[in-house]
C-alpha cells in the first residue's frame, strides 16, 4: 500500500520524480492579496507547528507536488515558505479556505480520485500576503497490473522492441544518464508483438511465420520456437506468468502456450470470432480480444474464459452525431488492444473512427477531408464490456489512436496517434489533453512506460527508431532523451522505406490536411479496412475499400472498381482532394496539360515522393496463405471439387477471372478499361469519375478469403451471397442451376485463393 509521509523536516512522501505532473511543480507562482483572509487567526491546524518562516523576503513554498490515496491523511506543509507569521491553506476540495493561522501545516484527506490544487495563503508581520498553489494527484490503490499486447514492452530493466521487417528484435536499456542498444536479436519472419514473461524471458510473435519465439533479453542462450496452426497469421501476445495467450487472426482463435519450464507446449485453441487482434488480461482472469477491423454496425471485443472456453461478446457502439469541426460520427475500428487501468475499474480501446455514414448518396453530407475519420479511444467497463459512450474521447486534427499505455497510477493516458506523429497525455480525471510531443517518428505503433513512470518510450516504426521522452517535461516542447534504432540494418532501399513512411503519414500538409488522413489510415498494414465509403462527391459511389497487399500497385491493371486510375502516382489526385494536402507534386506540374485529371498525362517522374510511394506499393506482391487450405498447403476435397467448378465453361467463372491474377483487368485503349455489368449495379453505384457507371473492373480472386464483405458497394456479406441473392440474372457467372453443396464447395475453392493457381 502508498504511504505517503508527511514533507518538510519529515521527508519522504510521494513526490514529483515519481510522476508526471500537469502543472509540473507550484502552480501560478506566487500571488499577491491585500487584507485579511479569514474571520479567525486560529483554527486549522494547531499551535504545535507555529513558525515565523526561515528568514528572507515573503515567499510562499506550498511544497512539492505527489501522490496520495484515496481518504489517506494528507499533510499540507508550508513550512519552508520564508518571510511568514501567518498562514492559511484551501485544500482545493471546493470547501473554500479554512482559517489563518500561526500553523503553515494543515492535514487533509480526499474523497474521491482527482487533481486536487491546494493554495497556500502566507502573511508577514505587516499584513502583507503572497498566495502559492500545489498539486496533489489522489488515486484509487493500483490493483492491477496491466498486461496487453503491444510491438513494444519492458522487461526488468531493459525495454524490447519488434522490427518486422529486419525480422529481429532490439534489446535496450538505461536510465537518466543515457539510453543504449544492448543487442539485435534475430527471430522469424514479421515479428509483430513482444510479451515479457518474467524479468529475463521474451515471447515474440512471428506472424509471417505462424510461430512464438522465446528468447532471453540478456543475450543468453538461443532463440525457441513454437509452431502455430499454418497460415493463421498469430498477431497479439499477452503473458500471465508462464501461461500465454495469442490471437490468431485468420482463424479467429485463441491459442494457450504453456512455458512451465522453459518448454513451450501449445495446450489449447479456443474459437473467438472474426479478424482477432489485440490481447489483454481481464483482471477477473478472463481474456479480452479485439475484432481489428470493424463492421459498420459497431466495434466488437470479446471476453474468452481460458479454461472454459466461454466467450461473451462486447459492443463498442457506432456514433450518430452528426459530423463537426471536433467531432464526427461513425465506428470504432482498426481496434487495438483494451488496455486495463492499474485500478482495475477501466479500461480504453484506441483506435480509428470511421466516419462511414456521412455521404452525399447516405445522408446529403459531403464527406470532407476533416470530417472523414478520428483518433479515438473508448472507455468501458472491464467486469461487464459495458462502454461508458459519453467518455468516448476523440482527438482532434488526429487520424488513428494506435497504441495506449496508463501511468502507474492510472492517473494519465498516453495515447499515440498514427499518421500525426504524436503521442498525447490525457489527464484520466478531467478527459482532457494534458500535454503532448510532437514529431514522435513516424508510425508510432507501440508504447511502454518505465517502472516509475520517468520514461515513455515510443515504437516509432517507420523512423526505425525506439524514441524515449521524459515525462516529467512532456509538456514542453523539449527533444527527446534519446533515439535509438530498431533494425540492426536497414532491410528496404530507401525509395521503398520513403514511400513506405509516406503511405503510413498524415503530418505532412502536402499529403494532409490537418494531420487527419493518411492512406494507411484505410490500408493499414496494406490491407483493406472492410468498410464502405461514400465517394460520391468524388464522381464515384458507395465503394468497398480494396486491399493493397498482393496487387504489387498496378500489377492487377487499373486502380479501384470503375479504373478510375492508371498509375499509382494518381493518388495525388486524392491526396489533393478527398485528404485536403497542397500536394507532392509542384503545382506547376500538377496544371500542366492533363496531369491534374487521373487518366491524363502521366505523373511519374515528376515528383520523388510520389514515384516513391508508387515504388512501394509496387512491392506489394505476397498474399497471406490462406488458412482454409489443407495442413500442407493443397486443397481439401471439397475445394478440389469447387476447382472443377470454377474452371466449368457452363459456369463461365474463367471468362473474366482468368489467368494467373484470376483477372482480365486491363485499358483496351488508352483510358479506357474493359468494364462489366454483372448486375450488381444500383442507386448508390454512383458513377464512374462524374459520368456514368457502365459497369465495374474485375477484381481478382486472389485474397477473397480475408476481404468480406464483397462487391464494390460491400452489399455481400459473404460469397454465398455473391452466388445467390447477389446473382439471380447469373451475370457474375451462372450459378443458378448449382446445388446448395456445390455452392459450398465453389465457396470452399475461392476461400483457398491465396496467389496460388491450383
Not at 292 to 313: F, H, L, Y
Not at 441 to 453: H, T
Request: aromatic content about 6%; some cysteine.
Amino acid at each position: 500500500m502508498l504511504i505517503l509521509a508527511a514533507c518538510g523536516d519529515a521527508g519522504g512522501g510521494v513526490t514529483s520524480d515519481v510522476g508526471p505532473d500537469s502543472d509540473g511543480s507550484s502552480t501560478g507562482g506566487a500571488t499577491p492579496t491585500t487584507g485579511d483572509i479569514g474571520t479567525s487567526d486560529t483554527g486549522g491546524s494547531d499551535d504545535s507547528g507555529a513558525s515565523t518562516g526561515p528568514a528572507g523576503p515573503l515567499m510562499p513554498d506550498p511544497g512539492d507536488p505527489r501522490y496520495a490515496l484515496v481518504d489517506e491523511l494528507v499533510q499540507l506543509d508550508g513550512s519552508q515558505s520564508s518571510g511568514a507569521v501567518m498562514y492559511q491553506w484551501d485544500p482545493g476540495d471546493g470547501s473554500g479556505p479554512g482559517p489563518k493561522g500561526p500553523s503553515p501545516v494543515l492535514e487533509v484527506s480526499y474523497a474521491k480520485p482527482g487533481r486536487y490544487k491546494p493554495i497556500l495563503t502566507v502573511f508577514d508581520d505587516q499584513g502583507d500576503s503572497l498566495a502559492a498553489g500545489v498539486t496533489i494527484t489522489v488515486t484509487h490503490a493500483p490493483s492491477w497490473v496491466p498486461r496487453h499486447s503491444s510491438s513494444v514492452v519492458r522487461v526488468g530493466a531493459r525495454v524490447a522492441v519488434v522490427s518486422p521487417d529486419s525480422n529481429e528484435v532490439m534489446i535496450a536499456s538505461g536510465d537518466e544518464r543515457g539510453f543504449a542498444v544492448e543487442r539485435h536479436v534475430p527471430v522469424g519472419k514479421h515479428p509483430v508483438t513482444v510479451a515479457a514473461i518474467d524479468a529475463e524471458v521474451l515471447a515474440v510473435v512471428a506472424q509471417d511465420d505462424a510461430s512464438l519465439q522465446f528468447l532471453r533479453a540478456d543475450g543468453q542462450g538461443g532463440v525457441t520456437q513454437l509452431a502455430l496452426p499454418p497460415a493463421s497469421r498469430p498477431y497479439g501476445v499477452v503473458a500471465d506468468g508462464e501461461t500465454l495467450f495469442v490471437g490468431l487472426q485468420a482463424t479467429g482463435q485463441l491459442a494457450r502456450v504453456d512455458f512451465a519450464g522453459g518448454d513451450p507446449v501449445l495446450e489449447d485453441i479456443l474459437d473467438v470470432g472474426p479478424d482477432v487482434r489485440g490481447v489483454s488480461l481481464l483482471p477477473d482472469g478472463r481474456v479480452a480480444v479485439t475484432r481489428w477491423r470493424s463492421r459498420p454496425t459497431g466495434a466488437t471485443v470479446w471476453a474468452v474464459d481460458p479454461q472454459g472456453g466461454m466467450v461473451e461478446t462486447w459492443q463498442l457502439a457506432f456514433d450518430p452525431q452528426a459530423a463537426s469541426d471536433t467531432e464526427v460520427g461513425g465506428v470504432p475500428s482498426y481496434l487495438g488492444p483494451v488496455v486495463v487501468a492499474p485500478t482495475g475499474d477501466e479500461a480504453v480501446v484506441p483506435g480509428l473512427q470511421a466516419n462511414v455514414g456521412q455521404g452525399l448518396y447516405l445522408n446529403g453530407e459531403p464527406l470532407a477531408a476533416d470530417l472523414t475519420m478520428r483518433a479515438v479511444v473508448a472507455y468501458l467497463d472491464p467486469q461487464t464490456g459495458g462502454e461508458w459512450f459519453d467518455r468516448r474521447k476523440q482527438f482532434d486534427n488526429r487520424g488513428m489512436a494506435s497504441a495506449a499505455v496508463h501511468s502507474r497510477f492510472g492517473d494519465y493516458l498516453y495515447v499515440a496517434t498514427r499518421g500525426p506523429r504524436t503521442v498525447e497525455r490525457v489527464d484520466v480525471f478531467s478527459g482532457d489533453v494534458a500535454g503532448n510531443t510532437f514529431d514522435a517518428g513516424y508510425a508510432p505503433q507501440g508504447l511502454a512506460l518505465s517502472e516509475d513512470d520517468r520514461f515513455l518510450f515510443i515504437d516509432a516504426y517507420m523512423s526505425r527508431e525506439l524514441v524515449v521522452h521524459d515525462t516529467r517535461v512532456f509538456d514542453e516542447p523539449t527533444p527527446p532523451l534519446a533515439r535509438l534504432q530498431i533494425a540492426s540494418k536497414e532491410p528496404l532501399s530507401p525509395e521503398v522505406l520513403r514511400g513506405k513512411q509516406i503511405f503510413n503519414d498524415s503530418a505532412d500538409p502536402r499529403i494532409s490536411k490537418d494531420s487527419y488522413i493518411a492512406c494507411a489510415h484505410c490500408h493499414l498494414e496494406a490491407e483493406s479496412d472492410l468498410q464502405v465509403w461514400d465517394f460520391t462527391e468524388r464522381g464515384e459511389g458507395l465503394r468497398d475499400t480494396h486491399a493493397l497487399r498482393g496487387h504489387a500497385g498496378v500489377g492487377d491493371g487499373p486502380i479501384h472498381w470503375s479504373a478510375n486510375f492508371d498509375e499509382v502516382q494518381d493518388f495525388e489526385n486524392d491526396i489533393r482532394n478527398a485528404f485536403g494536402g497542397s500536394g507532392l507534386l509542384s503545382d506547376a506540374d500538377w496544371s500542366s496539360g492533363t496531369r491534374s485529371q487521373t487518366l491524363g498525362d502521366p505523373k511519374a517522374g515528376l515528383s520523388p515522393d510520389l514515384d516513391a510511394l508508387a515504388a512501394y506499393l509496387a512491392t506489394l506482391t505476397d498474399e497471406p496463405r490462406s488458412p482454409f487450405r489443407a495442413p500442407g498447403g493443397g486443397l481439401p476435397p471439397a475445394a478440389e471439387a469447387g476447382r472443377l467448378l470454377f474452371l466449368s465453361p457452363a459456369l463461365g467463372c474463367v471468362s473474366c477471372h482468368k489467368g494467373p491474377r484470376l483477372t482480365d483487368s486491363e485499358f483496351v485503349d488508352p483510358g479506357v478499361p474493359l468494364l462489366h455489368d454483372v448486375g450488381t449495379l444500383g442507386p448508390g453505384s454512383g458513377k464512374r469519375m462524374g459520368q456514368p457507371l457502365t459497369g465495374l473492373d474485375t477484381p481478382t480472386l486472389h485474397g477473397v478469403w480475408r476481404t468480406a464483405p464483397y462487391l464494390h458497394d460491400g452489399s455481400a456479406a459473404d460469397l454465398e451471397a455473391v452466388l445467390t441473392d447477389k446473382n439471380a440474372k447469373d451475370l457474375h457467372g451462372v450459378t443458378s442451376s448449382l446445388t446448395p453443396d456445390e455452392r459450398a464447395d465453389l465457396v470452399a475453392y475461392l476461400l483457398c485463393l491465396d496467389g496460388e493457381v491450383d
